[in-house]
């Protein structure tokens, strides 16, 4: 027997609606339901059954939580039979799945995997742990299905798993690419502030910062993965490109100099695509001084 957990309310940029788990229908969020053989009572200060493997998924999501994904309780039950769990995703998110369970010393568990609206396998986690976890984007949108599947061992030795599920915009992704592009810049004294984000659903996204003059400045395009690049403009206030990257690459990065004070627009293109791809744009300055002899610059 297994149940579905709903945690509400629930935002529209993480929504996350279980639709069915077992064909019935959806549970209110303020009550647990464990499944039958996970329900016995725990000792005092002793986590068990259910409540034991809700622990143990929550020792997965912890590193999680730290990247800024939203963590909900999606299911739980007992390794006496299959479960499959139906869930409605909107598009634009990362998502991940945490199945613990409440015998960490189990030496089988279950295989964890999800397909999407059309049945293509997304994600799957088959190895032989006692524990599962998968990780996919949503970039089609829609109902999702999660297939919860003992191995033989683990049926016989009756073991209770909980489902978590964890969420977080493609945005965050995005900038985390970018981060690891600034990284270098950050070595050299660069300090940086994030500039905008956007996704390809806006062909061209236009951006703008006020500069002082005599600075080194970068601009920097960090994406998810599902936006197949952007190109990259920086003009200067009277209209002057001052850099560009037109690369066949997934990220973009311009690098230059500002003669003149004023504000400075950058542009960042994109191509149309039905998959829903975001980016997230980083500025960073170095202020610098006149160039002295030999090449170098007084701070």
Known sequence: MATSLISQPVSKRNAIIIAATLGLAALPCTKLWAAEACAEKPAKGVATGAEAAV?????????????????????SGDSSSPTITTIAVE????????????????????????????????AADTRSLNRACVAFGSARGGDYTVYVQPVSAAQKDRICWALLMGTRSYSAQANEDAQKVAAKFQARGYEFRTLGKSDNQ??????????PKASDCVIIVGVDEFLPGADLVVHDSSGRVVGKDSRTLKRAAVEFS????????????????????????????????PIKQGGTRTP
Not at 55 to 75: E, M, N, T
Not at 100 to 121: C, E, M, P, Y
Request: proline share 4%; glycine share 12%.
């Open 202 to 211: 806006q062909l061209v996204g236009t951006f703008s910062l006020d500069l």
């Open 258 to 289: 500002t003669a003149t004070a004023g504000r400075y627009k950058v542009t960042v293109e994109t191509s149309k695509q039905t998959p829903l791809g975001a980016y997230v744009v980083l500025a960073g300055i170095q202020p610098i001084g």
């Open 91 to 122: 598009p634009g998110l990362d998502c991940v799945l945490m199945l613990g369970i409440d015998n960490g010393q189990a030496k089988a568990g279950f295989d964890l995997v999800v397909k999407d609206d059309i049945g293509r396998t997304v």
């Open 55 to 75: 622990v143990d998924a929550k020792k997965i999501a912890a590193k999680f939580r730290d990247r800024g994904y939203v963590i909900q309780p999606l299911a």
